[in-house]
Each structure stands twice: as structure tokens, then as C-alpha cells.
């Protein structure tokens, strides 16, 4: 991807950004919570053939987090970001 | 009058039982399939390619092999490795283009050269040839090399191992698939691998593009897309596929002739027995799955070649080109099997580090497959590690912090 539309500075190269794993959700609920789970929830995701909601920040610039879609079978944003 | 050129592997129709299928005709695949057929004997085995046999990682890697890392477990294996390929090449008879001509890995700061003193002790105990260096003696290794105070990551030191080397990618792969077709292994390109079927916890077989097959035994070698091979029955593993760039610049005098690679400037450098400069390491921090490459990629990689090595400025990229890096969160391979399903192997997450691991995973994931008997040499990569908290420590950091091993 060369370029990520950040919602507050616009269109920037991606290399002014920080990528923040796919969105899945807040962490899961401490009871019950085996590292089994709490792991999955960490790494198991962002392996998605499509469009994958996902974090970023832009860190050389307004360092706002925010969500975009991307589509990892072209590796293009497909949607404007929302600041979170 | 025609030249009559002859298949390197013969085609075959897909049948309808296997002992064992293997998913992915990659060097891991082949190699796997290789071994298996001549080491344990058993010769009714498939290769299921989506593509063509290396189109992977197996054919866009730039071959560096070394045996230089932190931990005892990749140690063991790769020490090993590197001595295999003499002797590859002759059981394959195919000329791999084994260069063992050293590798050389530079520090560019205090911290380096503390993480470097345990990559050197955890080699010397393993008994991989392996010795910390100067500046000077970096330079006199690679003449061309740069030991300026005026560039971004000046120089420092390095390790050196011997044993380190390089090869060609593209015979290593055509020679084991070759090799394992010789011992009666099917190959099939062009066949995709749309469902694993699984009853009561027991492999049952795969459902393909071109058929049914049953088998007891399914082996995941897929590369980046081993994750959803594995997510067909429901194992999840945490896998990012992320591409990673390589290219080659325009046939040169030799003046490079060993591998050479820096952490800090994330580049790795080799000259190839035809000239051409191979270089590359910059990787995608975002997973996706279209291998494409990027002009700041090239732009990057320009300026610290030009930093490392003044003498090639002037030189001419020639071809770039990327792949899929499928990488887990302790930069080691992820191999298990016979796990909560019976009959499920999977061996990946070898992100950037897969090609010189090929052949002597290959055996002993093949020795895995055949006494269903998790090798001594494969245990520490079990999938289960995270949950333990025993990561593999291949993760440099500083020398007074630990856990690294």
C-alpha cells in the first residue's frame, strides 16, 4: 500500500504510519481467559484473503489511531479512516 | 532436427488414495516428500501444487544459508543443514550451486555487539564455526566495504561464520522435486487443495480442484497460505503474511564473495556467480497477499547498498521482485503434528528464513510423518510454545536482559 487516507491530515505515504493489527475488539473478559485464548486474541488474526478492518496510527504526523479497510489481495485501502 | 526435451518429473493423473499428500510444492514440500520417499519408504505420496513447483518463496528467495543464530534449537537444525547440501548435491545429481563462501553479519552499535556475543557463544557451543570481528577485519573480508563515520549505521564489527554460504534456489527446488519424482512421488501442479476433510478428530482426506483423495496423512508446506489450510479445520495459528522484497542489479566484476547483511540498515547482500549484486530484507509491516513491490523499496535499498558499498554507485538495478513472508511473533518456524488432529502435520511460519531450512526439515519432518514421533530437533517449534511462554529467543536484544533461550 503507498498510500493511507488519515482521517484528520488526508492522503499520506504509508510510510509516515504505524500499523495496528486487525480491529477484533476489545481483549477478551479475564474470567475464564486461558493464555490459549488471550493469544489467539492477540495473534491469531490479520490472515484474511479480503477486506480486513484494522488499526493504525500515524505517528509522523497527528498520531491519531484510527480504523481503515483494506483489501489484502490488492493491498489498497478501500475505505476512508474514522478517528477512533 | 528437433531437440527432444524431456520432462525433469513426469505428470500423472490424480489418484484417488495416498499414503500421504502433502500441501504445497515448495522446498519445504519437495524436500519432505523427497525424504520421505527414500529415507522411510513411503513412495505413494503427492505433491499438491497450487501454481508450479517453486512459484513461492522457494523460487523469489536470494539462497544466503547460514547457520548463525541465537538459540540452540535453530542452531542444531541449521548446523546440520549446511552440511547436508555437499552431499544434496550429489544424491540429487544436480548441480545446486552450493558457494560456501562465508557470512558476514555487521554491528553497528554497542547493543548489537552485546546481542552478537550471545549469537557467537550459543554457535560456538553448538559447534558452528562462528567468531566476532572488528571493524578492520569486516573490511578486510569485503574490501569494498565502507567504514566512514559520515554514513547513517557506520560499521562497528561483525560476525563472521565460515560456513555460511549460497546457492541457487532454483536448482535446489527442481532438484528435489525431481529427486523425490524419481522415487515414485506424484507430483501435480496446477491442482488447489479446497477443503481437508476430518472425522472424529482423524484425517480423512482432501478435497481438491481435481478430486477427492483419501489419505491418513496431510502435510501443510504451503507457505503464506498454510494459515488457511490450517483454518479449514479449525486450528488457528498466528501467522502474518507480509511480502518481503528482493532484486538484483546488472552483472558486476566480483567484488563481493561472501553474504553479507546488516540488521541495522535491514539489508542483505550477495553476489551471485553470474555478478549481479542480490540484495533485499525490506518487509511489509501489513499483512496482504499480493507480493508487490514498491518504488521506495528500490529507493531504499539504493541508498544503503551506495552507504555500505560506495563502489556501486552507478550500477543499475536490473529486476525486482516480491514474495510472501509468512512470519510468527518470535521470528521461528512454527512444525507440529499428530496434534488434536490425528494425521495433521504443519510446517511454516518460516517466514524469510525457509530456504536453508529446506532439506534437513524436509528429513525430519519426513522421519515425523513416517513414526508419527515429534523429532528431537523439531520439538521447540511446536505451536504450543506461546501458550507456554517458552518463545524461541531469536529476537536479539540487549546482553543483560533475558529470557533468550
Redesign the interface.
Known amino acids: 500500500?503507498?498510500t493511507i487516507t488519515c482521517p484528520i491530515c488526508g492522503k499520506r505515504?504509508?510510510?509516515e504510519f504505524?500499523?495496528g493489527n486487525e480491529d477484533v475488539g476489545p481483549m477478551p473478559d479475564e474470567t475464564d481467559l486461558?493464555?490459549?485464548k488471550y493469544?489467539?486474541y492477540?495473534?491469531?488474526n490479520?490472515?484474511h484473503?479480503g477486506i480486513?478492518k484494522?488499526w493504525w496510527c500515524h505517528v509522523k504526523g497527528c498520531g491519531t489511531w484510527f480504523i481503515i479497510e483494506?483489501d489484502?489481495?490488492?493491498?489498497l485501502q478501500v475505505s476512508s479512516g474514522d478517528v477512533k | 532436427m528437433a531437440i527432444k526435451l524431456k520432462r525433469m518429473w513426469p505428470e500423472y493423473n490424480l489418484n484417488s488414495s495416498y499414503d500421504a499428500v502433502i500441501i504445497g510444492g515448495g522446498i519445504h514440500g519437495c524436500a519432505t516428500a523427497y525424504y520421505l520417499a527414500k529415507d522411510q519408504g513411503m513412495k505413494n505420496i503427492a505433491v499438491i501444487e497450487k501454481n508450479c513447483i517453486g512459484y513461492g518463496g522457494s523460487g523469489r528467495n536470494t539462497a544466503i544459508v547460514r547457520a548463525n543464530q541465537r538459540t540452540q534449537s535453530n542452531l542444531r537444525l541449521h548446523k546440520e543443514g549446511i552440511e547436508l547440501w555437499p552431499q544434496l548435491t550429489c544424491e540429487l545429481d544436480f548441480n545446486l550451486m552450493f558457494n560456501q563462501s562465508g557470512h558476514l553479519s555487521l554491528a553497528h552499535s554497542e547493543a548489537t555487539i552485546g546481542a552478537f556475543r550471545i549469537n557467537v557463544s550459543s554457535a560456538q557451543l553448538s559447534g558452528v564455526d562462528c567468531k566476532f570481528i572488528d571493524a578492520e577485519e569486516c573490511r578486510e573480508l569485503v574490501p569494498a566495504l565502507s567504514l566512514s563515520r559520515d554514513i547513517t549505521h557506520p560499521v562497528c564489527g561483525g560476525i563472521y561464520s565460515p560456513p555460511g554460504g549460497v546457492l541457487r534456489h532454483d536448482a535446489v527446488i527442481w532438484g528435489l522435486a525431481r529427486g523425490a519424482s524419481s522415487h515414485g512421488v506424484h507430483i501435480h501442479q496446477g491442482v488447489e487443495v479446497t477443503g481437508i476433510d476430518v472425522v472424529d478428530h482423524k484425517i480423512q482426506g482432501v478435497t481438491t480442484s481435481k478430486g477427492k483423495i483419501k489419505t491418513p496423512k496431510v502435510i501443510v508446506a504451503g507457505g503464506a497460505y498454510s494459515v488457511q489450510l490450517a483454518e479449514m479445520i479449525g486450528i488457528k495459528l498466528p501467522i502474518h503474511p507480509l511480502t518481503i522484497q528482493a532484486m538484483v542489479t546488472q552483472p558486476l566484476k566480483p567484488f563481493l564473495n561472501l553474504a553479507l547483511s546488516s540488521g541495522a540498515y535491514d539489508i542483505y547482500i550477495t553476489q551471485t556467480l553470474k555478478g549481479e549484486i542480490a540484495t533485499g530484507a525490506h518487509m511489509d509491516e501489513a499483512p496482504n497477499f499480493t507480493s508487490s513491490v514498491t518504488s521506495i523499496c528500490l529507493k531504499h535499498q539504493a541508498q544503503m547498498l551506495t552507504e555500505l558499498l560506495p563502489c556501486m554507485k552507478g550500477a543499475r538495478f536490473m529486476r525486482i521482485w516480491g514474495g510472501l513472508a509468512d512470519m510468527a511473533p518470535d521470528m521461528a518456524p512454527i512444525i507440529f503434528g499428530n496434534d488434536e488432529i490425528e494425521g495433521f502435520f504443519f510446517n511454516g511460519a518460516w517466514g524469510y528464513y525457509g530456504f536453508k531450512s529446506g532439506p534437513i526439515v524436509g528429513k525430519y519432518m519426513a522421519q515425523f510423518v513416517a513414526t508419527d514421533v515429534t523429532p528431537h530437533h523439531l520439538e521447540q517449534f511446536t505451536n504450543k510454545r506461546f501458550a507456554r511462554f517458552r518463545y524461541t529467543g531469536e529476537r536479539a536484544v540487549p546482553a543483560q536482559i533475558g529470557p533468550w533461550n
Open positions: 500500500m503507498v505515504s504509508q510510510k504505524r500499523y486461558t493464555p490459549e493469544l489467539e492477540l495473534y491469531s490479520g490472515n484473503t480486513q484494522e483494506r489484502t489481495r490488492t493491498n
